[in-house]
């Protein structure tokens, strides 16, 4: 009897969040540096972003507030105020 490997393959891609990450840089063109927001405006804009070309949501950028926080963070460009207000500090051109 031939004993066989199974094979890993891995839950997500290398570009997991990449259109998560493009539409966030669309939501900090809407703002000035310093501008404060509730985490809940930008998760909406993420779930109600359209695809380019089409009038559908896009099938990628949805999330909710838990990822949005981590992904706000990896980024740099945000800090929590804390109570679901963070502040865009800039950083897009």
């Known amino acids: 009897m031939q004993t066989t490997?199974?094979?890993?393959?891995?839950?997500a891609g290398h570009n997991k969040n990449y259109y998560r990450i493009i539409a966030i840089e669309?939501?900090?063109r809407t703002l000035s540096s310093g501008?404060?927001?509730?985490?809940?405006?930008?998760?909406?804009?993420?779930n109600k972003r359209k695809a380019k070309g089409t009038n559908?949501?896009?099938k990628q950028s949805q999330t909710h507030t838990q990822?949005?926080?981590?992904?706000?963070?990896?980024?740099g460009w945000f800090s929590s105020l804390g109570?679901?207000?963070?502040?865009?500090?800039?950083?897009?051109?």
């Open 67 to 75: 990822q949005l926080a981590m992904l706000l963070k990896r980024i």
């Open 5 to 11: 490997e199974a094979k890993v393959i891995p839950m």
């Open 26 to 28: 669309e939501y900090a």
């Open 35 to 46: 501008d404060r927001f509730h985490i809940k405006d930008c998760c909406e804009f993420l």
């Open 83 to 93: 109570n679901g207000i963070w502040v865009y500090e800039g950083g897009l051109k």
């Open 56 to 58: 559908r949501v896009h």
